[in-house]
T-cell receptor, first 113, second 109 residues
Framework: DAGITQSPRYKITETGRQVTLMCHQT?????MFWYRQDLGHGLRLIYYSAAADITDKGEVPDGYVVSRSKTENFPLTLESATRSQTSVYFC????????????FGPGTRLTVT | RKEVEQDPGPFNVPEGATVAFNCTYSNSASQSFFWYRQDCRKEPKLLMS???SGNEDGRFTAQLNRASQYISLLIRDSKLSDSATYLC??????????FGKGTTLSVSS
């Protein structure tokens, strides 16, 4: 099905472990984004990518790594998970045009114990 | 001044009521504005873009006031299914979108 998907949808991991969240879109959108959403903070941008092999930091990039070797995939890695990274993570994408609206995946609920 | 401010609510209204939300933004250079809707524990979904001249989509009307730097969303004839959190969103320089924390609407029968 066309759209944007995320996996896993739920993940529980331990402090210090490496975790990778996957994001895949079928629209061939140029831009892809990773956000986290926490109570009291709203959506905060972690990283984004304007095209394959082009990534840039957002508001809260520390502790995260991204890559984009293919246009359709934008994985987010937590190199050494901490409890403060317990959150809901949303991936989003948008096309190349002048409009800025983004379309979101269903989210990954991550718990770090 | 915070980048974006929304009244968190909750707004509790009966079915059929008209309800309005406002949102103020601080970046006068912002060019694109949106309202997103987010249901509990789900992803945000684009409700509508907000144009300078104002725009309407069925029961929903969005307005932009650049001079006072706010956008508004009016919902007429509220339905139970309108219960959700409404996010005010605008673009910052370049690619980034700034999301408000949301206004919660609860419509009851």
């Amino acid at each position: 099905d066309a759209g944007i998907t995320q996996s896993p949808r739920y993940k529980i991991t331990e402090t210090g472990r490496q975790v990778t969240l996957m994001c895949h879109q079928t629209w061939s959108h140029s831009y892809m984004f990773w956000y986290r959403q926490d109570l009291g903070h709203g959506l905060r941008l972690i990283y984004y990518s304007a095209a394959a092999d082009i990534t840039d930091k957002g508001e809260v990039p520390d502790g995260y790594v991204v890559s984009r070797s293919k246009t359709e995939n934008f994985p987010l890695t937590l190199e050494s998970a901490t409890r403060s990274q317990t959150s809901v993570y949303f991936c989003a994408s948008r096309g190349q045009g002048l409009t800025y609206e983004q379309y979101f995946g269903p989210g990954t609920r991550l718990t770090v114990t | 001044r915070k980048e974006v401010e929304q009244d968190p609510g909750p707004f509790n209204v009966p079915e059929g009521a008209t309800v309005a939300f406002n949102c103020t933004y601080s970046n006068s250079a912002s060019q694109s504005f949106f309202w997103y809707r987010q249901d509990c524990r789900k992803e945000p979904k684009l409700l509508m873009s907000v144009y300078s001249s104002g725009n309407e989509d069925g029961r929903f009307t969005a307005q932009l006031n650049r001079a006072s730097q706010y956008i508004s969303l009016l919902i007429r004839d509220s339905k139970l299914s309108d219960s959700a959190t409404y996010l005010c969103v605008f673009n910052q320089a370049g690619t980034a979108l700034i999301f408000g924390k949301g206004t919660t609407l609860s419509v009851s029968s």
